[in-house]
């Protein structure tokens, strides 16, 4: 019972509103094995690291909390990453932001029974459920209609996820062997601006995901601060493109284009809509190949995706999604 078997990850950035929920869902878990929460404050200004504080005190062999003076993720969100991973001392690592939260307190137990019986799997996930900013919950879930519970392999999983651009587990989910998350090259970690994705990519290319059929967290979805948000606007949202073309283009370097068949189209989907932002990013070769790999609906949607037309139509999916959840 002494080594620390499972380290949490757990960031918080201005979620006063909801750590609290949080943290209990973290601290309650029953297990056989020692767990560590490293929550990590990025200087918050609403008051998150006082109840993280509270916490801290009553949890004092569980929570291992990090208070940032300034703003690191403004920085480069790398520096936050850098700042859990440094402290973690587990051989698996489990994530949950601030703003969300586990529903099932032996989560960490099933997670870390089915990796250590299955060798072969890197990265166990689950069903996730959507929940409003209140924290009422809804009957949507975030589960793949693809695959059924068990094992996934790996190729074949991104192979579909650059075919269907659907991630289809939530961070929430995430349980990684720590050989696994620690093996991802620096340059995939760099060039992509959140860490899911390259996190599922990248256990997949190491082995087999599993994927368990419960619901053992939950998902805020339009809370303030959230990522679906901040996608309302548009800088912020060419910016997620932009980088999303720079992670995968060093993923097929890392892995020597083993899959570059597969995700090709994806990144020129996403250069076009680069394009009519700034044209003078592509020569005129490059743009004859971008636009050849498209069909005709696909150059329709990256020549308005960020004009101000296309704008006002991701800020009113995102108010519909916010009416549908009644948020």
């Given at each position: 019972m002494d080594h620390i078997k499972v380290s949490v990850s757990c960031t918080v950035y201005n979620q006063k509103r909801y750590v609290r929920k949080c943290l209990d869902g973290l601290v309650n878990q029953k297990t056989d094995f020692r767990y560590e929460v490293i929550v990590h404050d990025d200087?918050?200004?609403?008051?998150?690291?006082?109840?993280?504080?509270?916490?801290?005190?009553?949890?004092?062999?569980?929570?291992?909390?990090?208070y940032q003076?300034?703003?690191r993720y403004s920085v480069n969100p790398v520096l936050v990453q850098d700042a859990?991973?440094?402290?973690?001392?587990?051989?698996?690592?489990?994530?949950?932001?601030?703003d969300d939260?586990?529903?099932?307190?032996?989560?960490l137990q099933k997670q870390y029974d089915l990796l250590q019986s299955h060798p072969d799997c890197g990265l166990c996930v689950?069903?996730?459920?959507?929940?409003?900013?209140?924290?009422?919950?809804?009957?949507?879930?975030i589960a793949p209609g693809r695959f059924e519970p068990g094992i996934i392999d790996g190729n074949r999983y991104i192979r579909e996820l650059f075919g269907s651009h659907n991630q289809e587990f939530q961070t929430s989910s995430y349980f990684i062997r720590k050989d696994v998350l620690f093996s991802m090259p620096q340059s995939i970690r760099d060039a992509y601006f959140v860490g899911d994705i390259p996190l599922l990519l990248w256990a997949s290319v190491k082995g087999s995901l599993y994927y368990?059929?419960?619901?053992?967290?939950?998902?805020?979805?339009?809370?303030?601060g959230s990522t679906n948000e901040a996608l309302k606007n548009r800088e912020y949202a060419i910016m997620r493109v932009k980088t999303s073309v720079d992670g995968n283009l060093a993923f097929n370097r890392a892995t020597e284009g083993a899959y570059w068949d597969d995700m090709k189209h994806d990144i020129m989907r996403k250069k076009a809509q680069l394009y009519y932002v700034d044209k003078k990013m592509f020569t005129k070769e490059e743009a004859e190949e971008i636009f050849s790999?498209?069909?005709?609906?696909?150059?329709?949607?990256?020549?308005?995706?960020?004009?101000?037309?296309?704008?006002?139509?991701?800020?009113?999916?995102?108010?519909?999604?916010r009416t549908i959840l009644r948020i």
């Open positions: 200087a918050s200004p609403d008051g998150s690291a006082g109840i993280i504080r509270e916490y801290e005190n009553r949890y004092p062999q569980i929570i291992k909390a990090v003076p300034q703003n859990v991973y440094s402290r973690v001392q587990g051989d698996y690592v489990a994530f949950c932001e601030g939260y586990w529903c099932d307190d032996y989560k689950h069903k996730v459920r959507k929940v409003k900013a209140d924290g009422t919950e809804t009957e949507y879930m368990l059929g419960d619901i053992c967290s939950c998902y805020r979805v339009l809370s303030a790999a498209l069909s005709l609906k696909e150059r329709l949607i990256a020549a308005v995706k960020f004009t101000k037309a296309g704008n006002f139509l991701r800020n009113i999916r995102q108010d519909i999604l």
